[in-house]
């Protein structure tokens, strides 16, 4: 694998952990969204990625083979979990009974999400500064 193609693969980590972290800060946003234009309670969202796939044509007119060129977002998929339903009968979305249907979020588990991002993009940048030393310790042997 060439420093280049190493660089690509952390930058696509990245750039998918951007799009994650984007997500992450939406469902914490809308944790109390009770109403939304879709009707109903904003629902959770979550980030499915996925390895991209080598092209096998350009692998051949380079010669060689590449098995992982990086990761990206396949799909932003949303909860399947139902609201959850709060007691607040003085809220305005309120039922009949005094119940509100509230998103399905939990802090805890939105935080956890948010530490595990900053651990991958700080892996990612640190691979990309390790790519970064070899290549100028490879053009000082050069000299």
Do not use: C
Not at 89 to 94: Q, W
């Amino acid at each position: 694998m060439d420093i280049l193609n190493a660089m690509n693969i952390s930058s696509s980590a990245l750039k998918a952990q951007s799009i994650r972290l984007n997500v992450i800060s939406s469902n914490l946003a809308n944790m109390d969204t009770t109403r939304t234009p879709e009707g109903g309670p904003y629902k959770k969202k979550s980030v499915l990625f996925t390895t991209t796939k080598p092209d096998f044509a350009k692998d051949l007119d380079n010669s060689r083979l590449k098995w992982i060129e990086g990761v990206k977002v396949e799909q932003i998929v949303t909860s399947p979990l139902d609201a959850k339903k709060v007691y607040d009968p003085g809220h305005p979305d309120a039922d009949e009974d005094g119940f509100v249907e509230k998103p399905n979020i939990s802090l805890v588990e939105e935080i956890t999400d948010m530490m595990k991002v900053k651990g991958s993009y700080e892996a990612n940048v640190n691979a990309i500064k390790a790519a970064q030393r070899m290549a100028l310790k490879t053009l000082e042997i050069g000299k």
